[in-house]
């Protein structure tokens, strides 16, 4: 019987940055999209165990390309460019939305798309287009609120709460996660291996 994919997490090898056509693995795929700056990266290093894999940057929009990660022999985590950020090129910008919704149109693989929003914002409208659209194709979709350590205890549960209500999520939705303390972290892996397992290509 194969390792568990959280198992596999040491072996994780950088497959390569694409900025269109995304190499098929033979793998089930888990797709990582958030809004600029949401702490996408930060989170993806953190479930691989603190492996510096994703490029942090204090710049927004510093990912213009697909980044693809192949985790051992389990799975591969695919980490999308951040949308939302008024600031990059306009040229740069339109070319996001296409790779994007490409690759979420046409993956074969793909098991799973973590959608990362920050707790400490308010619920933005790209993030319900992404969960609406995500819906409406039947893709399993899981929303991970990132940066819950910023919040203090008693203010998390409603923050989540306002979050599930504003993107019309299911029961269990949003994950409060945080790269620094690592809480959410086994939620979030829980939902990645099932979805991984019953998605083999």
């Given at each position: 019987?194969?390792p568990?994919?959280?198992?596999?997490?040491?072996?994780?090898?950088?497959?390569?940055?694409?900025?269109?056509?995304?190499?098929?693995l033979?793998?089930?795929?888990?797709a990582?999209?958030?809004?600029s700056?949401?702490?996408?990266?930060?989170?993806?290093?953190?479930?691989?165990?603190g492996?510096?894999?994703?490029?942090?940057?204090?710049?927004?929009?510093?990912?213009?390309?697909?980044?693809?990660?192949?985790?051992?022999?389990?799975?591969?985590?695919v980490?999308?460019?951040?949308?939302?950020?008024?600031?990059?090129?306009?040229?740069?910008?339109?070319?996001?939305?296409?790779?994007?919704?490409?690759?979420?149109?046409?993956?074969?693989?793909?098991?799973?798309?973590?959608?990362?929003?920050?707790?400490r914002?308010?619920?933005?409208?790209?993030?319900?287009?992404?969960?609406?659209?995500?819906e409406?194709?039947?893709?399993?979709?899981?929303?991970?609120?990132t940066?819950?350590?910023?919040?203090?205890?008693?203010?998390?549960?409603?923050?989540?709460?306002?979050?599930?209500?504003?993107?019309?999520?299911?029961?269990?939705?949003?994950?409060?996660?945080?790269?620094?303390?690592?809480e959410?972290?086994d939620?979030?892996?829980?939902?990645?291996?099932?979805?991984c397992?019953?998605?083999?290509?």
């Open positions: 019987m194969p568990r994919l959280r198992q596999q997490i040491g072996a994780t090898a950088f497959v390569g940055s694409f900025p269109d056509e995304v190499p098929v033979g793998l089930p795929e888990v990582f999209a958030g809004r700056n949401v702490g996408k990266s930060s989170a993806l290093n953190r479930l691989l165990g492996r510096k894999a994703a490029r942090v940057s204090s710049r927004p929009g510093r990912t213009q390309a697909i980044n693809l990660f192949k985790v051992g022999s389990g799975c591969a985590f980490d999308l460019p951040g949308y939302g950020y008024a600031a990059v090129p306009d040229e740069v910008a339109e070319a996001w939305k296409p790779m994007i919704e490409g690759y979420l149109g046409t993956r074969e693989a793909l098991a799973l798309v973590v959608i990362l929003v920050d707790a914002r308010e619920p933005q409208e790209t993030d319900a287009v992404l969960v609406d659209g995500l409406d194709a039947g893709l399993p979709y899981l929303v991970i609120a940066k819950i350590d910023k919040l203090s205890k008693h203010q998390r549960k409603p923050v989540l709460a306002r979050l599930a209500e504003a993107l019309e999520l299911p029961p269990g939705q949003p994950v409060g996660f945080s790269s620094k303390t690592g959410g972290i939620d979030v892996w829980s939902v990645i291996e099932q979805a397992a019953e998605h083999r290509p």
